[in-house]
């Protein structure tokens, strides 16, 4: 009886040190993945249309929660001449989301001789939950 009880005391001893959290690498975090196809970096000029196509997606087709996509000075972050779209909340099911959008880059609005930086992003249900960010840089001349 003694060995039966020693037995499976050195089993349970096993099982609890065989169970270890750390390697469990299931998570339901989502893997996002955003692919800025337009625009692209080559120079544009004043009272040109951007064409913007931004490509949003999770790799294991959950849902895609929020996204941003944002037009905003180089050297001044807090100028910002895009921000959509206005809700960010979108709760895409299919796991894919692309945005499509065109902007006019009106001199009144767009000096020449300036570098502009397309940043597009992409969160999960709640703020930040495993964001993902792509940036484009390109320049304006005048027209």
Known sequence: MKKLSFLALIFGVF???ACNKDDDTHTD????HVHIHSP?????????TLH???EFSEEN????HHINVKIYNKNDINQVIFDQP????????SGQYEFKADFVLDP???PGHTDWILEAKV???DEGLAEVSETVEFHVHPM
Do not use: C, R, S
């Open 15 to 17: 099982a609890f040190i």
């Open 29 to 32: 975090e989502p893997h996002y």
């Open 40 to 48: 692209n970096t080559d120079a544009k000029h004043q009272g040109d």
């Open 52 to 54: 913007i196509d931004v």
């Open 61 to 64: 087709l959950m849902t895609v």
């Open 86 to 93: 206005t809700e960010a909340h979108i709760h895409e099911t």
């Open 108 to 110: 009144a609005v767009v």
């Open 123 to 125: 969160w999960g249900h």
